[in-house]
C-alpha cells in the first residue's frame, strides 16, 4: 500500500493557528511535520524599548498565559535591577501565578480535551463533532458534559483571584518588577480563600475523578504518544529575596539520569524554520528574518535543543521530576499529570494566602539597573520559559523568549531529530481511516499547545513585512 499525505489543519481547540501533516502506511504514522503557522515578532518588537516595558508588553504574547511571560520579565527586572523581595511579595506573586495555572489546567481539560473523548450535544458550537471513538456509557457522558460547563465557572474563578491583586485578567498590571503593586488587604485575602474553595471542590470532586474515569476508560492512550523519556523543567514558584529558591525543581531527565539543567547547552536553529540568517556586522550573533518560501522549511517555531538533543516539559516533567507522579510519557499521562498538578497547586495557594500578611503594596524597586544583560528561567503553564535581554541605557537592544510550546512543537533540526510532538506521533496505529483526526488529536493537545507562545509580522494582506529582523 502506498504512502498517504493527510493534512490535519487547522487543528482545533488550542491557542493559535497549528497544522500537523502526516504520512500513513499500512494503518501506522510514519512521519509528521507539525508547523506553527502564526508569525508574530516579540523579539523585534520589544527592541528600542525603555526595558520596563517587558512586563506589559511580552504578556500580549497570549491571552491565556499571559501573567507567565509578566512574571518572567519580572524576575528579569529584578536581576537588572538587584531587587530585593520580600517575603509577603513572594507569596502574593505565587498566588497570582498559581491562580493564573488554575484557569489554564481546568480549561485545558474541559474545554479542549475533553470534546476528544465524550460525546457533546448535538447544538453549538459542537454540530458535527468527529468524534468516532465514543466509550463512556451514557450517564457518565452526561456528568462529564455538565462538568464541562461547571469548569467555565472555576475557571472564572481562578481569573477572579488573578484580579484581585493584579487589577485585571488577562494581563494583569500589579506584578513587577520589585514586588507587587496591590495590597493584600484582608478582604482581598478572605476573598480569594473563598473563591479558592469553590475551586478546590471542583478540582477534588470534578476534575480529578473525570481525569481518572478518562484514564481509566482510555487505558491504550498509556501506551500511545509515547516519547523518549527526555525531560526539561526549570523549576516553578519562586521564594527568596532574590528568586534564586524554586518550590518545585527543576532539572534536566534524560532516562534515570538526572541533572541541573545548563543553560549554555540549549540551542536554537532554523533548519525546517520559515527564517534566513542575515550578517549583523556589529554583534557577535547572527540575525534572523522571515523567509516564508524557504525551501524545505515547514513552521514559523524554530528548533530548540538541549545538549543537542530536543527534550519534552511540561506538566508531566515536572510531576515526575518532583516525585508527585511515577508514570510514563504517553498521550494520557500528559493529561493525567496536569490535572495532578492542578490539585497540588490548590493546596499550596491556600498555604500561601494563609501566610500572606495583610499590609501596604510588597513593592520596592531600585531605580538603576547593575547589569546590562541576564537570563532568566522559569516554568509556565505548558513548561520550560527563558528570557533574556540586553540592553544600554536601560532600552532594549535585544530580547529573546524560548516557550514551552517551542521545546515541544521544535521541527525537525539539521540532524533530523523530531521535536516531542512529532516523535509522539509517528509510529501510531490508525486501525479506521475515520479515527486519524480524533486518535491525532488527543496526543497533540495533550501537550497544551500554545501557538501564540510559539512563533515570533504580517500585514492585513497576510504579507510578511520587509526585513524583520529577530
Known sequence: MSKQRIMFSPVTRLSGLLSVEVMVEQGRVVEANASGTMFRGYEWIMRN?????????????????????????????????????????????????????????????????????????????????????????PEDNRRLVGNYFEAIKAGQHSHEILALFGGKAPHQHSLVHGGVAVAPTADKINRALALLDSINDFVTTRLMPDTELIARVYSDYFHIGVTPRRLLSFGLFKFGPHNEQDLWRGGVLNDNQFNAPRLELIKEEITSSWYATQA?????????????????????????SYAGQPYETGPLARMIMNGFYQGGTSTMDRIYARSLETLLITRLMREWLLKLQPGPAPLKQNAEPVK???????????????????????????????????????????????????????????????????????????????????????????????????
Not at 82 to 111: C, K, P, T, W
Not at 391 to 418: L, M
Not at 430 to 457: E, K, N, Q
Open 280 to 304: 549583523d556586522p556589529g554583534a557577535d550573533t547572527q540575525e534572523l528574518e522571515p523567509a516564508p518560501h524557504k525551501p524545505g522549511a515547514y513552521t514559523w517555531i524554530k528548533s530548540v
Open 49 to 137: 524599548r525603555h526595558v520596563t516595558d517587558a512586563v506589559y508588553l511580552t504578556q500580549r504574547i497570549c491571552g491565556i498565559c499571559s501573567l507567565a511571560h509578566g512574571a518572567m520579565a519580572s524576575y528579569l527586572l529584578d536581576e537588572l535591577f538587584a531587587n530585593e523581595l520580600s517575603e509577603n511579595a513572594q507569596y502574593l506573586r505565587n498566588v497570582m501565578f498559581g491562580a493564573d495555572f488554575l484557569q489554564n489546567h481546568i480549561r485545558h481539560f474541559y474545554l479542549f480535551s475533553l470534546p476528544d473523548f465524550v460525546r457533546m450535544p448535538d447544538s453549538p458550537p459542537y454540530h458535527g463533532q468527529n468524534l468516532t471513538d465514543s466509550r463512556l456509557n
Open 372 to 470: 546590562n544583560e541576564v537570563v532568566v528561567t522559569t516554568d509556565a503553564m505548558r513548561g520550560a520559559l527563558l528570557h533574556s535581554a540586553r540592553i544600554a541605557n536601560e532600552q532594549v537592544e535585544r530580547y529573546n523568549i524560548i516557550t514551552p510550546t517551542v521545546w515541544n512543537f521544535s521541527p525537525k533540526d539539521q540532524h533530523g531529530w523530531r521535536g516531542p510532538v512529532e516523535y509522539a506521533l509517528v509510529d501510531t496505529s490508525i486501525p479506521r481511516a475515520d479515527m486519524l483526526f480524533t486518535i491525532l488529536g488527543r496526543t497533540v493537545r495533550s501537550y497544551d499547545p500554545c501557538i501564540s507562545c510559539a512563533t515570533h509580522v504580517l500585514d492585513a494582506r497576510g504579507n510578511v513585512q520587509d526585513k524583520i529582523l529577530l
